[in-house]
């Protein structure tokens, strides 16, 4: 069964720093991207980062950029995020999400892509507040 | 990165159907079939419903189903039951390996 966990979330001031984890299980996690996504309480969902399956590259949202930082540590199947100088909007649940990933052209020369979010963990709060 | 657009609420009666727009631009949901669809309870991680536009996972029930036109994807979903209400949230790529989500949908089954 594909499983997601993340940990770490908590209460922290404005300014200060925090590092959420999401353990992965259950497929080949070098194989595929993975993607954090918030929730600001009573809003809806946004999507703030993603890494390739390699974490060659990392992509990011205009909100969180030069704030957070992804990685990943494919030996530990897990995926990281960083997150600094955190102000108080940055408060929400934050949800870790394996991408989903399709492919076309033969069977031995496939060329993949990413359609979504497929698999998602169960969310961890982060609450920015003095 | 705007958020795509979605009605704030919808409703129907229990067998009804129900279709809920999410309204991009050239650059996200005209340029890409990569729309999804995801169903949230409150409390609950998201699940995804469909995505490629049309595409159900397995497991999904074939009462709910996906298009899109030009700038525009909808959710429908036929037989409405009590179980059908919660949030629903379109998402589509925006390029560049980034994706953005629309405001949701709170789903109420009368």
């Known amino acids: 069964e594909v499983q997601l966990l993340e940990s770490g979330g908590g209460l922290v001031q404005p300014g200060g720093s925090l590092r959420l984890s999401c353990a992965a299980s259950g497929f080949t996690f070098s194989s595929y991207a993975m993607s954090w996504v918030r929730q600001a309480p009573g809003k809806g969902l946004e999507w703030i980062s993603g890494?390739?399956?390699?974490?060659?590259?990392?992509y990011y949202a205009d909100s969180v950029k030069g704030r957070f930082t992804i990685s990943r540590d494919n030996s530990k199947n897990t995926v990281y995020l960083q997150m600094n100088s955190l102000r108080a909007e940055d408060t929400a649940v934050y949800y870790c999400?394996?991408?989903?990933?399709?492919?076309?052209?033969?069977?031995?020369?496939?060329?993949?892509?990413?359609?979504?979010?497929?698999?998602w963990g169960q969310g961890t709060t982060v609450t920015v507040s003095s | 990165q705007s958020a795509l657009t979605q009605p704030a609420s919808v409703s129907g009666s229990p067998g009804q159907s129900i279709t809920i727009s999410c309204t991009g631009t050239?650059?996200?949901?005209?340029?890409?079939?990569?729309v999804s669809w995801y169903q949230q309870y409150p409390g609950k991680a998201p699940k995804l419903l469909i995505y490629e536009a049309s595409k159900r996972p397995s497991g999904v029930s074939n009462r709910f189903s996906g298009s899109k036109s030009v700038n525009t994807a909808s959710l429908t979903i036929s037989g409405l039951q009590a179980e059908d209400e919660a949030d629903y949230y379109c998402c589509s790529y925006a390029g560049s390996s980034t994706w953005v989500f629309g405001g949701g949908t709170k789903l109420t089954v009368l």
């Open positions: 890494i390739s399956g390699s974490g060659d590259s990392t």
């Open positions: 999400a394996k991408q989903g990933r399709g492919y076309y052209g033969s069977e031995v020369r496939k060329t993949y892509y990413y359609y979504g979010m497929d698999v």
């Open positions: 050239s650059s996200d949901v005209g340029s890409y079939n990569l």
